[in-house]
């Protein structure tokens, strides 16, 4: 096996730039990891333990994936931290970042087929499981996809592939937004060729997912709820049995509804034949429902730590129930 990760190489100098901010940052004695300067790098995709006789094809189907793209300039601008106390520094992308978003949707369709492909050695090897973060908020970059983004990081440290799919933004494009029961079963008219219709078929393919909303007059959004109501056909042909289910939620009050949001995202999920899991882990406790914040939520000072905790368990029993998933698929 192969720990391995598609990057882009950073330039000389701009690795040497970045070192030389590292070592001012040094000189404040903080304890910390740094990357060393020859393995600075932007992350594309990261792909985990991969058999060696694979590595030829994953390369392969990259590079078909990149051919005829042109090439695009890119800096780095700016830095911050994630975490309270900061757990990660980051530094910032400017340029062409559309380009570079185009970049990386390639490489992740490339990664679709070979996963595809490969898909009952994977099985067996638990190899690149999928595991998707749901965000219905409609705010791209607020609390709830905050929450989102933290449990995906902790499942790609496990080992996963992940996707962040921005509900709303999807359910913004079809024009029957509600589901009406137009017919039983579901023939899925209403978000044939539309983005929905390309999110439920990730959904098909997830091992796990966690479902992230802010509470609205203490329940779900309506968008995440609309685009649930869309699952029902998923739910016909079984497609979301034993797919694991965590939630995560950020309400604007201390005590404005979280509990009853998570309660709701899990009983849609349970209506799906999922397991559904809480924010417990072994070496951490046996949890509670799933993650609960106070908008904003990188001031609530332990919530950070419960995604990561409910993302750790996500993984853990989506690996460790693989097999029964791949039977009825
Ligand atoms: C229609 C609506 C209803 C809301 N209802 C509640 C509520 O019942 N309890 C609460 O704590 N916050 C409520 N809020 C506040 C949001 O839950 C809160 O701002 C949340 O963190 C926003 O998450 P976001 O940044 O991901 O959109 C409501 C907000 C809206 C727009």
């Given at each position: 096996m192969l720990r391995l990760f598609w990057a882009v190489n950073l330039t000389v100098g701009v690795k040497a730039s970045v070192a030389a901010f590292q070592d001012e940052l040094k000189e404040f004695r903080v304890h910390a990891k740094?990357?060393?300067?020859?393995?600075?790098?932007?992350?594309?995709?990261?792909?985990?333990?991969?058999?060696?006789?694979?590595?030829?094809?994953?390369?392969?189907?990259?590079?078909?994936?990149?051919?005829?793209?042109?090439?695009?300039?890119?800096?780095?601008?700016?830095?911050?931290?994630?975490?309270?106390p900061a757990r990660v520094l980051w530094v910032g992308v400017k340029g062409d970042t559309v380009s570079f978003a185009g970049l990386v949707q390639r490489v992740d369709s490339a990664f679709r087929y070979i996963f595809s492909r490969f898909k009952a050695l994977l099985v067996s090897e638990g190899i690149g499981m999928l595991i998707l973060g749901l965000n219905g908020s409609p705010h791209k970059n607020g609390n709830t996809a905050q929450l989102l983004r933290i449990a995906l990081a902790e499942a790609e440290r496990q080992g996963a592939r992940t996707e962040f799919l921005q509900v709303s933004e999807a359910m913004a494009g079809l024009k029957q937004v509600y589901c009406v029961h137009c017919s039983t079963p579901c023939k899925g008219t209403c978000y044939e060729g539309t983005l929905v219709g390309e999110m439920l078929e990730v959904l098909r393919q997830a091992d796990g997912m966690i479902l992230g909303s802010p509470v609205y007059f203490g329940t779900v959004s309506g968008q995440l709820k609309s685009f649930?109501?869309?699952?029902?056909?998923?739910?016909?042909?079984?497609?979301?049995?034993?797919?694991?289910?965590?939630?995560?939620?950020?309400?604007?009050?201390?005590?404005?509804?979280?509990?009853?949001?998570?309660?709701?995202?899990?009983?849609?999920?349970?209506?799906?034949?999922?397991?559904?899991?809480?924010?417990?882990?072994?070496?951490?406790?046996?949890?509670?429902?799933?993650?609960?914040?106070?908008?904003?939520v990188d001031s609530d000072p332990e919530v950070a730590q419960r995604v990561q905790i409910l993302a750790r368990r996500v993984y853990q029993v989506a690996y460790a129930t693989r097999e029964i998933r791949a039977l009825s698929r």
């Open positions: 740094w990357v060393e300067q020859e393995n600075l790098h932007l992350t594309v995709k990261f792909l985990g333990d991969v058999e060696v006789d694979l590595v030829p094809d994953v390369v392969g189907a990259v590079r078909l994936n990149l051919k005829g793209l042109p090439s695009f300039g890119l800096g780095l601008h700016g830095c911050g931290s994630f975490g309270r649930w109501d869309k699952t029902r056909r998923l739910r016909k042909d079984l497609a979301l049995l034993n797919v694991v289910g965590g939630s995560v939620v950020s309400g604007g009050s201390r005590f404005g509804g979280q509990e009853s949001t998570t309660r709701a995202l899990q009983e849609m999920m349970l209506v799906q034949g999922m397991t559904v899991v809480g924010d417990g882990y072994m070496g951490d406790d046996a949890g509670h429902s799933g993650a609960c914040a106070k908008a904003p």
